[in-house]
């Protein structure tokens, strides 16, 4: 029969023999999955666990600092690396969404391969691969893989001369967070919605910049704080908000404003290949809508998506 309680309790006896004195290095994302293989692996070699986080300018609003926090009260041996500049260094000028995407991943190897050099001796990289990543990658030469190259961190193990250990690569996300509840990982991470690997850097439609960031984090917060207010963020499996490429004229007092358009978007999924978009009620998407317009400079126009995927996908680059 098989448990959470029971996996997780033969999966760190495994780790340890596997594993014995040698050192890991493992990439947190503040998602589920590289969560709850750390935590998995802190537990069966402690300190010998090395977390990196990466802090690469395109997380949401306050991300980097309460996910580290909450890491550190889990007990996990982690580093926070901020490499802002180094990710908006990169993508000055870039607007093909491929080669944002391929920026992003090319620069947190960089930061990851520099960090992970610091450790002395490091034997294994620990990843949070599951069942769902693994059936990806075998057939990722169809379609999709030439529509959106998801993976962003291909080749890490090979350029760093690591071994592999993916504590996770048997289960199903529901049966990931099942484990993390076990053994538990503040609800608030298990809990939360899939984030991209590039985050706002594929939400920012066209080229990145700092500003443009900050602008893109304001109007996401409101949007997903809306949503937990609101009782409505564990009926969404993915929210977010896409800066558009777009001004439009509105009015401001007497004065005629040309500004930013943001788009909201919600889906319902189960493993992201379909979507539908949510019917969210009216009076709560006007309250965001207005909350947004009053509040963050620069945008005044906010429209909500309303394209399930196929045909349309769940981000827009
Ligand atoms: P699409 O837009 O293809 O997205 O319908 C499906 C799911 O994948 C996520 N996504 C990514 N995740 N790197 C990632 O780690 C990426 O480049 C990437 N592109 C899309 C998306 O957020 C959704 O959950």
Redesign the pocket.
Known sequence: EWTPDIFAESTIANLKQQLGNDKVVLGLSGGVDSSVAAVLINKAIGENLHCIFVDNGLLRKNEFESVLDSYKGMGLNVKGVDAKDQFYKALEGLTDPEDK?KA??RVFIEVFDQEAHKIQDVKWLGQGTIYPDVIESVSVKGP?AT??????VGGLPEKMNLKVVEPLNTLFKDEVRNVGRSLDIDPNILGR??????GLG?RILGDITPEKVAILQEVDYIFINGLKERGLYDDV??A?AMLLPVQSVGVMGDERTYERVVALRAVT?VD??T?DWVNLPYDFLQDVSNDIINKVKGVNRVVYDISS?PP??????
Not at 147 to 152: D, P, Q, V
Not at 193 to 198: D, R
Not at 312 to 317: D, F, G, L, S, V
């Open positions: 995407r992003i991943g999709s529509i959106k190259s998801h993976h962003n919605h899939p984030f991209p690997g590039p594929i499996w993915q977010g999924s992201g290949m979507a995927k349309a996908t769940i981000e827009w680059e």
